[in-house]
């Protein structure tokens, strides 16, 4: 296997060489920095690592994740591990899962103008703009399906010309339909009061006193639904 070859980035405006073939996130730790916000899982699930970049040959500004897209020759990029979004606060038993609910904490949701510009930055390829329109139609439902997969990178506000935080009304959607739309879990509400009268003590205690072995043991014979 042969060396990759160098090619030169700009971290915050500051000229580095790097390998090619590696993630934005790890050009930054071969360049030297240090990261201690914007990076997490490392792996595209928490959402830590927004990055705005440029590439030279376009006139385009592009956001992605810093540990998933490889460098490319001559981009510029700076970090974004939190984009500033006010997060209403909310009892979610005083709230019905309706439009009142969604535009009484977030009315600003009524000045999207449809450019699509959320769900083309989205990392997740999730529909954003989709959910945002069932968001003003009051679909709960849809937009708590539709925005499922949503990791809060908070990429698609970033870009917004509304400037709308699509995630915050997504989180929103997605407790009022667990709150009221979707079947109590019978069992998980069995399990729990099991485990308040203490009748799974014993066996806890088994469990705890156990060594890895026997841990291991335990978990590949049990039993899967
Ligand atoms: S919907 Fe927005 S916050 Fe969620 S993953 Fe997509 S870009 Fe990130
Ligand atoms: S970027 Fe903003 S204005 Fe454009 S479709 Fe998405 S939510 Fe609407
Ligand atoms: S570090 Fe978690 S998504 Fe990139």
Do not use: W
């Not at 030297?32 to 970049?53: D, N, P, Q, S």
């Not at 005083?94 to 103008?113: F, G, H, Q, T, W």
């Not at 679909?139 to 990791?151: H, M, N, R, Y």
């Not at 066996?203 to 072995?213: H, W």
Request: net charge neutral; aromatic share 8%; with cysteine.
């Amino acid at each position: 296997m042969g060396q990759a070859k160098m090619i030169y980035i700009y971290i915050m405006g500051k000229k580095y060489e790097v390998p090619s073939d590696v993630t934005v996130m790890q050009a930054m730790e071969y360049s030297g920095y240090k990261l201690i916000r914007g990076c997490g899982c490392r792996g595209g699930f928490c959402g830590a690592c927004g990055t705005v970049y440029r590439t030279p040959d376009d006139f385009r500004i592009k956001v992605g994740l810093a540990c998933q897209m490889v460098v490319e020759k001559g981009m510029q990029f700076i970090q974004t591990p939190f984009f500033p979004a006010n997060k209403k606060k909310y009892d979610i038993g005083e709230l019905n899962a309706d439009l009142v609910s969604l535009m009484k904490l977030y009315p600003e949701i009524s000045r999207c103008v449809g450019c699509n510009t959320c769900t083309k930055g989205c990392p997740q390829d999730i529909e954003v703009m989709d959910y945002m329109a069932a968001a003003i139609r009051g679909d709960i439902e849809a937009v708590a399906k539709l925005s499922f997969d949503c990791i809060m990178c908070g990429l698609c506000a970033s870009r917004c010309p509304a400037e709308e935080v699509q995630y915050y009304v997504a989180v929103l959607a997605r407790r009022l339909y667990a709150k009221h739309a979707v079947p109590i879990a019978r069992h998980l509400a069995d399990k729990v009061k099991e485990i308040e009268e203490g009748s799974l003590d014993e066996e806890m205690s088994k469990i705890v006193a156990m060594d890895k072995e026997g841990l291991e043991k335990l978990y590949d014979n049990r039993d899967i639904e």
